[in-house]
């Protein structure tokens, strides 16, 4: 069983910096991109970042120029360095790791940026 566990989330001032971390567990091969995304309430779910093999790094207008994605594809471990935090960033962070076709996805975990 493939399990992805995040970390990092909680409660920053607007302009603070955030780092979230998500690893994966279980028979898990050839992972070949890890993404976030985010959930606003009353809002949809959105791709924030995403990371392929090989490096190259996708991000969401919103938060280009402050968030930074990053993974170690062979430990499975991914991380989102989020800076000059905006009370619109604030939402449940979900990791994706996909893998031989499917995607795996963390919990959640909640990011509330305060005025």
């Known amino acids: 069983q493939v399990q992805l566990v995040e970390s990092g989330g909680g409660l920053v001032q607007a302009g603070g910096s955030l780092r979230l971390s998500c690893a994966a567990s279980?028979?898990?091969?050839?992972?070949?991109?890890m993404g976030w995304y985010r959930q606003a309430p009353g809002k949809q779910r959105e791709l924030a970042a995403e990371?392929?093999?090989?490096?190259?790094?996708n991000y969401a207008d919103s938060v280009k120029g402050r968030f930074t994605i990053s993974g170690d594809f062979a430990k499975k471990v991914m991380y989102l360095q989020m800076s000059s935090l905006k009370p619109e960033d604030t939402g449940v962070y979900y990791c994706?790791?996909?893998?031989?076709?499917?995607?795996?996805w963390g919990q959640g975990t909640q990011v509330t940026v305060s005025s």
């Open positions: 279980g028979i898990m091969f050839g992972v070949n991109r």
């Open positions: 990371i392929i093999l090989g490096g190259s790094t």
């Open positions: 994706t790791q996909r893998s031989r076709g499917s995607n795996y």
